[in-house]
């Protein structure tokens, strides 16, 4: 089991930066595989970016490319989304989510198997 523990969230203005923060405990958090969705109201859960073992490679959304970047510190069983350029559409509840394997592409919420309870990410003036 794996215990995923999401802060940071909150309000900001257009073009402000958050950074989110997930906490991990259990197994060995360096053998999970971490990545941050979103899901907005009346939305689907939809893929943020992801990450791999080791930190060395990453993987984005088209929407969040160039302005969120994903990372992780295995020392503190950590990893963090750093958000800039928020705009409205980025409003949504931010979940962090963690598996063992499988490939980065057409990433979905089932190919996770740990999740956080979530934090809110509210963009308005």
């Known amino acids: 089991q794996v215990q995923l523990v999401e802060s940071g969230g909150g309000l900001v203005q257009p073009g402000g930066s958050l950074r989110l923060s997930c906490a991990a405990s259990g197994r060995i958090f360096s053998g999970y595989r971490m990545a941050w969705f979103r899901q907005a109201p009346g939305k689907e859960r939809e893929f943020v970016g992801g990450i791999s073992w080791s930190g060395g490679s990453t993987y984005y959304a088209d929407s969040v490319k160039g302005r969120f970047t994903i990372s992780r510190d295995n020392a503190k069983n950590t990893v963090y989304l750093q958000m800039n350029s928020l705009n409205p559409e980025d409003t949504a509840v931010y979940y962090c989510?963690?598996?063992?394997?499988?490939?980065?592409?057409?990433?979905?919420?089932?190919?996770?198997?740990?999740w956080g309870q979530g934090t809110q990410v509210t963009v308005s003036s």
């Open positions: 989510a963690a598996r063992r394997y499988g490939s980065w592409t057409n990433i979905g919420p089932s190919d996770f198997d740990y």
